[in-house]
C-alpha cells in the first residue's frame, strides 16, 4: 500500500518554473519505482518520467532538457522541477509508484502498463 500526495502547482507564464513536490508513505517497507504522469483536458495520461528504485531516470521526449525529477535520500518525498514552462505542458500532473521488477539490483519501472498508485494530481496552468 503506497499513498502519494502531490503539491506545488499553480500558474506560470509561458518560459516559467514551477516545481512540483509528492510526499510518499509505503506500508510495507518494499522498494518501489516512481514516476510523474500528467493528463491534458480531452487527452489521454502520459508518463513525464520514471524513476527506478537506484536513481535512474526515464523522461519523455517532450520534456527532456527542461523538467529534472529527483527523490531525498529517506524516499518520502519526490520532486519535479520543471523549467522552460510551456503552454502545452498544461495538466494535471500526477505521482505515482509502483512495484515494478527487479532488476540489477533495482525496482526497475513497468514501461507497457499503467503504475499501480497515483495520487490526487495537481494543476499545472502555463499561460503565455
Known amino acids: 500500500q503506497v499513498q502519494l500526495e502531490e503539491s506545488g502547482g499553480g500558474s506560470v507564464q509561458a518560459g516559467g518554473s514551477l516545481r512540483l513536490s509528492c510526499t510518499v508513505a509505503?506500508?510495507?517497507?518494499?522498494?518501489?519505482?516512481m514516476g510523474w504522469f500528467r493528463q491534458a483536458p480531452g487527452k489521454v495520461r502520459e508518463g513525464v518520467v520514471s524513476?527506478?528504485?537506484?536513481?535512474?531516470?526515464t523522461y519523455a521526449d517532450s520534456v527532456k532538457g527542461r523538467f529534472t525529477a529527483s527523490k531525498d535520500n529517506a524516499g518520502t518525498t519526490l520532486y519535479l522541477q520543471m523549467n522552460s514552462l510551456k503552454d502545452e505542458d498544461t495538466a494535471q500532473y500526477y505521482c505515482?509508484?509502483?512495484?515494478?521488477?527487479?532488476?540489477?539490483?533495482?525496482?526497475?519501472?513497468?514501461?507497457?502498463?499503467?503504475?499501480?498508485?497515483y495520487g490526487r494530481g495537481t494543476q499545472v496552468t502555463v499561460s503565455s
Open positions: 505515482a509508484a509502483d512495484s515494478g521488477y527487479y532488476r540489477e539490483h533495482a525496482v526497475r519501472c513497468p514501461r507497457d502498463r499503467e503504475f499501480r498508485y
Open positions: 509505503t506500508y510495507s517497507g518494499s522498494n518501489y519505482c
Open positions: 524513476i527506478d528504485s537506484d536513481g535512474r531516470t
